[in-house]
């Protein structure tokens, strides 16, 4: 009879099986730190854009909707109807409102 191993053993051997294959979907875990969020933002702000795959207790997150979610939700420039093109000549502060209104205009 096979023991199951211990939770830190699954995950280390895990981690360290090479693969090279592509991975086509991430735990939920996974999606947070792919994107840099915490789970109260995931939860709150990414979680009911995107579909996820459940089996059992497992939930997947497949990669191509992390994908649309960050096309979908990237910032588009004021006055237009299109994303702007990321470039290396994008400014780091494109997209960030000036903190005063031009004159005669209401903030």
């Known amino acids: ?7 830190e053993d699954r995950f280390t051997r895990a981690e360290e099986k090479p693969s090279g294959a592509p ?7 996974e999606a947070c730190e792919a994107l840099g969020c915490s789970w109260d933002f995931w939860s709150e702000h990414v979680a ?5 795959v459940r ?3 497992r939930k997947l ?12 939700e990237a910032e588009r420039p004021l006055g237009t109807g299109k994303a702007a ?3 290396a000549k994008t400014p780091a502060n494109a997209g960030v409102r000036a903190s ?3 004159a005669g205009r209401c903030a």
């Open 1 to 7: 009879m096979s023991r199951a191993l211990p939770l």
């Open 61 to 72: 997150v497949p990669v191509v909707e992390l994908e649309a979610w960050l096309d979908r």
């Open 100 to 102: 005063r209104a031009p």
């Open 23 to 29: 991975r086509l979907a991430l735990s939920i875990a």
């Open 48 to 52: 009911p854009d995107v579909r996820i």
């Open 85 to 87: 093109p990321v470039t």
């Open 55 to 57: 089996r059992g207790r």
